[in-house]
């Protein structure tokens, strides 16, 4: 009896880990999108305060660092853009997976 009861409770844990999974991914990638969001903000932030101290140089040769590391800066920002997509893609469809898996109980 005690086994019987000691896999029944295994079993249903297992069941449950199972449907909780795909929301865990969801909120998971969620947070990723979020973080990398934010680093991309950041990041274009920072490109347009060296793209602003570009402009404001005196001389084409004093522009050249800034306007260097706006571009820099602006690369970085979409990198971390194009990271944020593809979490959200992710958390979508974990989300989907979530719902369809609610749907079933």
Known sequence: MRTITVAAIAAMSLAAV???????????????????????DA??????????????????????????????AAKDAAGHAMKAADAAKDAGGAAMSAAKDAAKK
Do not use: L, Q
């Open 43 to 72: 990041a274009a932030a920072t490109a347009s305060t060296d793209a602003a101290a570009a402009a404001a140089a005196p001389t084409a040769a004093g522009a050249a660092v800034p306007a260097m590391a706006a571009g820099e």
């Open 18 to 40: 199972a449907c909780s999974k795909p929301a865990d991914k969801a909120t998971n990638e969620a947070g990723t999108a979020k973080a990398e969001a934010a680093a991309a």
